[in-house]
């Protein structure tokens, strides 16, 4: 069984800054792509910023120059700097990892998900 846990998320004000880690836990032998998405209210889920194993990193044109996405492969955790925040970043913001169980296969797992709100 594979858990992913998201901490982090809270109310902060306009140019605040948060951070979010996903560790991801369980029968892993392998983690491929992890990434943060997030949705707000009335919306579809969106990609916020996506790494690969290697450390490459793909972002939003929403969130650039502003979010930072780093993962240590070590601990199996996935983190998401934000900075400059702003009203249209509130969202519940969802940790998502591409991994393989040692069963062998691989799958998409989804954590529960976090409410970020930014608001004076």
């Known amino acids: 069984q594979v858990q992913l846990v998201e901490s982090g998320g809270g109310l902060v004000q306009p140019g605040g800054s948060l951070r979010l880690s996903c560790a991801a836990s369980?029968?892993?032998?392998?983690?491929?792509?992890m990434g943060w998405y997030r949705q707000a209210p009335g919306k579809q889920r969106e990609l916020v910023a996506l790494i690969t194993s290697g450390g490459s990193t793909n972002y939003a044109n929403s969130v650039k120059g502003r979010f930072i996405l780093s993962r240590d492969n070590a601990k199996n955790t996935l983190y998401l700097q934000m900075t400059n925040l702003k009203p249209e970043d509130t969202a519940v913001y969802y940790c998502?990892?591409?991994?393989?169980?040692?069963?062998?296969?691989?799958?998409?797992?989804w954590g529960q998900g976090t409410q970020v709100t930014v608001s004076s």
């Open positions: 998502n990892a591409h991994l393989r169980g040692w069963d062998g296969r691989r799958g998409d797992y």
């Open positions: 369980g029968s892993i032998f392998s983690i491929y792509d």
